[in-house]
Nanobody, 125 residues
Framework: QVQPVESGGGLVQAGGSLRLSCAAS????????MGWFRQAPGKEREFVAA????????RYADSVKGRYTASADNAKSTAYLQMNSLKPEDTAVYYC??????????????????WGLGTQVTVSS
């Protein structure tokens, strides 16, 4: 598996915004869609959002609904996560991963194991 590459993280004040990018390789681009996950210090990695490559279907964790928006650009093989109204509890390393199937996409449980370095998002209060 070729790792997707996350970017766009940074330090932002509470209430601010960031836009993350996930550049997919050919094989990850052929997946059902792309999911976004995050892992805060001392916590397990959790599902955040997902989008199909055609951009038609999205899913969000309850904690980010109304604040985060996932999108995808087929031409660039890139997925995005627009994060608005950020809160200190959003602080985490954010990762993207391909959903190998519709089942994975809708369950939020992915079989992907070749996680990349992610991108750090830090929200100050």
């Amino acid at each position: 598996q070729v790792q997707p590459v996350e970017s766009g993280g940074g330090l932002v004040q509470a209430g601010g915004s960031l836009r993350l990018s996930c550049a997919a390789s050919g094989r990850t681009f052929s997946s059902f869609g792309m999911g976004w996950f995050r892992q805060a210090p001392g916590k397990e990695r959790e599902f955040v959002a997902a989008i199909t490559w055609n951009g038609v279907v999205t899913r969000y964790a309850d904690s980010v609904k109304g604040r985060y928006t996932a999108s995808a650009d087929n031409a660039k093989s890139t997925a995005y996560l627009q994060m608005n109204s950020l809160k200190p509890e959003d602080t985490a390393v954010y990762y993207c991963a391909p959903a190998a199937s519709a089942r994975e996409f809708f369950s939020g449980t992915y079989s992907y194991t070749n996680w990349g370095l992610g991108t750090q998002v830090t929200v100050s209060s």
